[in-house]
């Protein structure tokens, strides 16, 4: 917080959250093997993702142009490409968001495959499901959210507001489909299942066993199409990833 905005800002915080999750996955790992009781793998991806999904928040509310003083530190190098990840704007904390995502969601995996020592204590198998939806859910309404400022809004708000618009869209998405799903239903809603199809939009009812691959595609299609329709503005901004030259 105390770096200038001209500075590249984000790289402590990157670097930070990056060499928490290595060092916390490492302690979960060794606590899972040591207890046998995969519940803290379990922990350790759900947090991970948490934070991942909330970053693509902050991510298209970022700077979409780098100033001078942040581009001449650009490397010339085949290091261009990882620094990418570590330097401030919209496109690369999306990247970098992305990257963490699916680093988790590889670990988490990787750990189901080899884990069948373990307890069935939170379950891995589980947190699959949790970290793939919440980190497409999270993508979406942040890639929705973008295309509303670009499109919408452009004229009233500005980059670094855009966050508050994926915040309404998820809070819009979450109670919405609730209530029409609830009058709908109205006299023989007596749990969550009841208006499973109708929730598809919310990110927290992933737990639903018998809606999580609805869930789960719809939410990738849904992040997936979001995507596509903000590429020209990931692409310019990958292009303009170079150094200064005075």
């Not at 507001?161 to 919405?176: E, F, K, P």
């Not at 503005?233 to 170079?242: H, N, S, V």
């Amino acid at each position: 917080m105390i770096k200038p905005v001209s500075s590249n800002r984000a790289l402590p915080v990157r670097l930070f959250v990056t060499g928490m999750w290595l060092v916390s996955g490492i302690a979960s790992a060794v606590i899972a093997y040591v207890q046998r009781d995969n519940t803290a793998l379990s922990v350790w991806s759900v947090l991970s993702v948490l934070v991942f999904a909330g970053a693509f928040f902050v991510a298209v509310s970022e700077r979409e142009q780098l100033g001078p003083r942040v581009s001449r530190t650009i490397p010339w190098s085949a290091l261009r490409l990882p620094a990418f990840f570590l330097f401030s704007g919209g496109a690369s904390g999306v990247a970098w968001a992305v990257l963490m995502s699916m680093l988790t969601y590889l670990a988490v995996s990787f750990l189901a495959a080899s884990s069948t020592t373990l307890k069935a204590g939170g379950s891995i198998k589980e947190s699959q499901v949790w970290v793939g939806g919440l980190a497409m859910y999270g993508l979406a309404y942040s890639m929705s959210a973008l295309l509303a400022r670009r499109y919408l809004l452009a004229r009233w708000m500005g980059p670094k507001y855009t966050w508050l618009i994926a915040l309404l869209l998820l809070v819009a998405g979450c109670v919405i489909p609730f209530l029409i799903g609830y009058l709908v239903a109205f006299g023989s809603f007596n749990r969550a299942e009841d208006i499973g199809g109708w929730l598809v939009t919310n990110p927290f009812t992933l737990g639903i066993d018998s809606y999580q691959s609805t869930y789960l595609v719809f939410a990738g299609g849904w992040a997936l199409l979001a995507s596509v329709l903000n590429a020209d503005w990931l692409i310019e901004q990958i292009k303009a990833f170079r150094p200064h030259v005075t």
